[in-house]
C-alpha cells in the first residue's frame, strides 16, 4: 500500500514537474535508445522524433539550428558525450543554461541531465526546462547593479574633489544637489528645488565677491548657458565666493548630459583657491624678476653711462680752463675721445643686446673678404695692445679661402671682442694669440672656421665661468682691478655664434690664461666680393666736390662740414628735407656733387626727401611738366637726379632702417656718431661711381 501511495505520488510529482519542462527524454545508457517522456506545445512544433538511438548525436544535430546563434559555438563544444558521462560520474548531474528559439523568439533554457537511482544505474533522464524569467530578471539587475556600481563609485570619488555638485533637469527646471563640502554648506544655499537658474542668481549675488558679480551676472542665465552647452557640451567659469568672510577662487563647470532618463546639467563647483594664489604668487615673483632685471639693468646703465660721461664732462672743463697749456688740452681731448669711443660702443652693446633679446637681429650675409676681416682686427688690436706692451700674434696660415658668404661685420665683432678681452685682461709682458684654422665642414658646401683666441693673462675662475655668456655678469676680480667692461660683450658674442649657427667654447685657469675657441661654418665664394666695399687702406679725397649737407642739427652739421674740410670737400647747408630740396631744383643739375641726407628732421624727413629728388628724375613726372625749361631739361639732368649719391648719415642704425633709406632711394647708410674717414671714403666712392657711369653713359 504504502508502494502504491509512493508510485502515485511519485507519478504525479514528476507530472507536476513536467510541466516546468519542455521536453523530457528518458535514455537507456546500455542500448544507447532514447524516448520522449514528456513535451510542451511550442517544443512539439519543432516536431522533432519522439525516439530513436544516441540521444546525443540527435540533440546536437536537431537542436543547433534552433539554438539562439550566439550560443550555437558553445552548446556543440560543451554538449559532448565525454563532458556529459565524466559530469554524471563526478556529480551525477551534468547542466547548461543556453537560448533556444521557441517561436522566433530567444528564451533562456536549462538542460539537466540526470542519473536515475536505480541498481543498475542504466537510465538517464534529460529535461529542458525554461529559466528565462529568471535569467532577464537577472541579467536587469546586473546591469543596472553593475551601471550604478560604477557611476556611484566614479561620483562618489570626483564628489570628494568638488565643493558642490548639481544635477539639474533643464526640462522640468528641477535641480538637486548631488553633494557638498562643508564650506559649501556654510553658504547656506537651497539643496534642492526648482527654477535653478533663477535660485543661483539670487543666491550668487548674496555669496559672491563684489567685484565678479556683474560678470558672473551677466553670463550666468539659463538663455546663455544652454545655448553654450548645445553647442560646446561643456562651459567652465571662474570667480570667487566669500567663503568665511574671505574671497575663495571657485571654478565652476556645467557639463550636458543626455541618458534614456532624458537630459541633464552637472554643475560641479570646485575650489582652486590654492592653485590661484599658487599661480598668483608665481605671477608676482616673475613680475618682481623683470622689475630686479630691469632695475639692475637702469643701474648698470646709469653707472655705466656715467663713468664716462664724467670723464667728457670734467675733461673738458680742464681743456676750457687751460687754453694757454696745448700739452693739457691735446691730453684733455685724448680723455674726451677715448671716454667718448667707449660710451659709443657701450651704447652699440645696448642696442645690440636688445635687438638680440627682442629677436630682432639678423644676419647680413654677403660676399666678403676675410682677408679684409683679418687686417681690422689686427690694426684695431694691434693699437689696444700697444699700451701694454703685450706680445699679439696672428696665425692664420691654415686658411684656404678667404672668400665667404658671410655678415662681416658681425665676424669682426665676434672676434674683436674676445681678442679685446685677451688684450684687457692680460697684464703687461704676457701674450696674447689668434690662430685662424680652416678645415672640412659636415655640410660639404661650407668650409669649417675654427678661431682660437689664446692669452696668458689673469684667467677665470671656475665659478664664474659657466656665467661669462650671460649679459652684465662680470667676474669680480675683473671689477676689483678696475678694468673697464659692462658685462656684454661676450652676451653679445656668444648670441652672435648662434645666429650663425656656430659654436663657441672657453676653457681657462685662473692665474694661467683662458683659450676662447670660436667654430663657424661658411660658404666660400668664388667671384671678387661686391665693388660696394669700402676699403679701409685708403685715403679719401675730395677735392673740389660740392656737398649738400641736409641736417636740422646745428651742432651735427657743423661737425659734418669740417670732417669733410679736411678732405677737402665743400659743403651746403639745408636745414630740413624741404630746403634740401628746394636748393637742389634751384641750383643747375651737376652743382652737387653729393648729398648727405639726414632721416628724422621737421617739415619733411629724409626719405621723403630722397623720394621727391629722385622723382625729379623719374620721365614720366619730368614730360609731365607743363614748363618749357622743364620740358627742355636734357637726359642728362634726369640722370642727374636719378645717380646723384645721397647717403644717409643718421642716428637710426638698426637694420631696418638702412633698408628703409635704400628703398627710399638712397645709395648708402653712415651711422651717427660717424667716423670722418669711413664718411668720407663712402662718399669718394659713390661720388667716383657716379662720375664713371655718367661718363660711361656719355
Ligand atoms: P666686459 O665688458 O666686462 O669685458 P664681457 O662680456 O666681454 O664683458 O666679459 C665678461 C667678463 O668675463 C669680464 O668682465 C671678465 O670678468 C671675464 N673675461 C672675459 N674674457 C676674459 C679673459 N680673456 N680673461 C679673463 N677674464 C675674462
Redesign the pocket.
Given at each position: 500500500m504504502k508502494q502504491e501511495v509512493l508510485k502515485v505520488s511519485q507519478s504525479s510529482v514528476a507530472q507536476a514537474l513536467a510541466t516546468d519542462y519542455f521536453c523530457i527524454y528518458y535514455v537507456n545508457t546500455i542500448t544507447d535508445k532514447f524516448i520522449e517522456y514528456s513535451a510542451s506545445p511550442e517544443y512539439r512544433e519543432l516536431g522533432l522524433p519522439t525516439s530513436g538511438d544516441d540521444i546525443i548525436g540527435f540533440s546536437r544535430t536537431n537542436f543547433e539550428q534552433f539554438i539562439y546563434p550566439d550560443d550555437r559555438k558553445r552548446f556543440m563544444q560543451t554538449f559532448t558525450k565525454d563532458n556529459i558521462m565524466s559530469s554524471l560520474d563526478a556529480h551525477g548531474t551534468f547542466t547548461m543554461t543556453f537560448r533556444f528559439m521557441f517561436r522566433e523568439v530567444p528564451t533562456y533554457v536549462h538542460l539537466k541531465v540526470t542519473r536515475m537511482v536505480e541498481k543498475e544505474a542504466r537510465h538517464v533522464v534529460i529535461g529542458i526546462s525554461s529559466v528565462d524569467e529568471q535569467m532577464q530578471v537577472r541579467e536587469a539587475y546586473e546591469k543596472a547593479h553593475h551601471a550604478s556600481l560604477t557611476y556611484n563609485h566614479v561620483a562618489q570619488a570626483l564628489a570628494g574633489d568638488y565643493f558642490s555638485i548639481y544635477v539639474v533637469d533643464p526640462d522640468a527646471d528641477h535641480f538637486i544637489e548631488y553633494s557638498s563640502s562643508g564650506d559649501y554648506d556654510q553658504l547656506g544655499i537651497e539643496k534642492s528645488g526648482d527654477d535653478f537658474f533663477g535660485l543661483s542668481r539670487f543666491n550668487m549675488a548674496r555669496v559672491i565677491y563684489p567685484e565678479d558679480k556683474d560678470r558672473f551676472l551677466g553670463t550666468f542665465t539659463k538663455d546663455k548657458i544652454m545655448s553654450i552647452l548645445e553647442r560646446d557640451g561643456s562651459f567652465t567659469m571662474k570667480y570667487r565666493l566669500m567663503v568665511g568672510g574671505e574671497p575663495t577662487y571657485v571654478s565652476m563647470k556645467a557639463t550636458l548630459m543626455h541618458d534614456e532618463a532624458g537630459r541633464h546639467l552637472i554643475f560641479g563647483t570646485n575650489n582652486i583657491d590654492a592653485q590661484m594664489k599658487r599661480e598668483e604668487a608665481y605671477r608676482r615673483e616673475m613680475a618682481a624678476a623683470r622689475t630686479t632685471a630691469r632695475n639692475d639693468f637702469l643701474a648698470n646703465m646709469s653707472h655705466d653711462i656715467r663713468t664716462p660721461m664724467n670723464a667728457i664732462v670734467g675733461y673738458t672743463n680742464i681743456a676750457k680752463q687751460h687754453p694757454e697749456d696745448p700739452e693739457a688740452v691735446r691730453s684733455a681731448l685724448d680723455k674726451i675721445g677715448s671716454a667718448s669711443h667707449f660710451l659709443l660702443s657701450l651704447i652699440n652693446d645696448i642696442l645690440d643686446i636688445s635687438k638680440i633679446e627682442s629677436g630682432r637681429m639678423q644676419l647680413n650675409e654677403a660676399a666678403c673678404d676675410l682677408g679684409d676681416v683679418f687686417r681690422r682686427i689686427e690694426d684695431i688690436t694691434a693699437l689696444q695692445a700697444s699700451d701694454k706692451s703685450l706680445n699679439v700674434s696672428y696665425d692664420r696660415s691654415s686658411v684656404r679661402h678667404y672668400r665667404v658668404l658671410a655678415d662681416e661685420l658681425r665676424i669682426e665683432q665676434i672676434l674683436v671682442?674676445?681678442i679685446?678681452?685677451?688684450i684687457?685682461?692680460?697684464p703687461e709682458g704676457k701674450s696674447v694669440e689668434l690662430i685662424a684654422e680652416e678645415t672640412p665642414a659636415p655640410d660639404p658646401a661650407k668650409n669649417r672656421y675654427r678661431f682660437i683666441?689664446r692669452?696668458t693673462?689673469?684667467?677665470?675662475s671656475e665659478d664664474?665661468l659657466p656665467h661669462?655668456?650671460e649679459s652684465f655678469?662680470?667676474?669680480e676680480?675683473?671689477?676689483l682691478n678696475r678694468?673697464?667692461?659692462?658685462?656684454?660683450?661676450?652676451?653679445?658674442?656668444a648670441r652672435i655664434v648662434e645666429l650663425m649657427d656656430g659654436t663657441i667654447r672657453?676653457k681657462?685657469k685662473p692665474g694661467e690664461?683662458?683659450e676662447?675657441t670660436v667654430e663657424i661654418d661658411l660658404q666660400p665664394y668664388e667671384e671678387s666680393p661686391s665693388e660696394e666695399t669700402v676699403s679701409a687702406h685708403s685715403t679719401a679725397d675730395l677735392t673740389g666736390c660740392r656737398i649738400l649737407l641736409v641736417e636740422d642739427n646745428d651742432i651735427n652739421a657743423e661737425i659734418a662740414a669740417m670732417a669733410l674740410a679736411q678732405y677737402g670737400a665743400e659743403t651746403e647747408r639745408a636745414d630740413n628735407g624741404l630746403a634740401g630740396l628746394e636748393k637742389i631744383k634751384n641750383s643747375a643739375p651737376g652743382h652737387y656733387d653729393a648729398v648727405l641726407m639726414d632721416i628724422q628732421m621737421p617739415v619733411m624727413n629724409g626719405y621723403e626727401c630722397t623720394r621727391e629728388i629722385r622723382a625729379l628724375g623719374d620721365p614720366s613726372t619730368v614730360s609731365g611738366t607743363a614748363s618749357e625749361e622743364s620740358a627742355e631739361r636734357p637726359a642728362a639732368a634726369a640722370r642727374y637726379y636719378l645717380t646723384l649719391p645721397i647717403i644717409a648719415m643718421s642716428a637710426n642704425a638698426y637694420d631696418e632702417d638702412i633698408r628703409d633709406c635704400l628703398q627710399a632711394g638712397m645709395n648708402a647708410h653712415v651711422a651717427k656718431p660717424f667716423d670722418p674717414d669711413h664718411l668720407a671714403q663712402t662718399l669718394e666712392q659713390y661720388i667716383h661711381k657716379g662720375t664713371s657711369s655718367e661718363a660711361a653713359g656719355q
Open positions: 671682442n674676445i679685446s678681452n685677451a684687457k685682461y692680460t683666441i692669452d693673462g689673469i684667467g677665470i664664474y661669462i655668456f655678469t662680470r667676474e676680480n675683473t671689477k678694468v673697464q667692461g659692462t658685462g656684454l660683450g661676450l652676451a653679445i658674442t672657453v681657462s690664461g683662458s676662447f
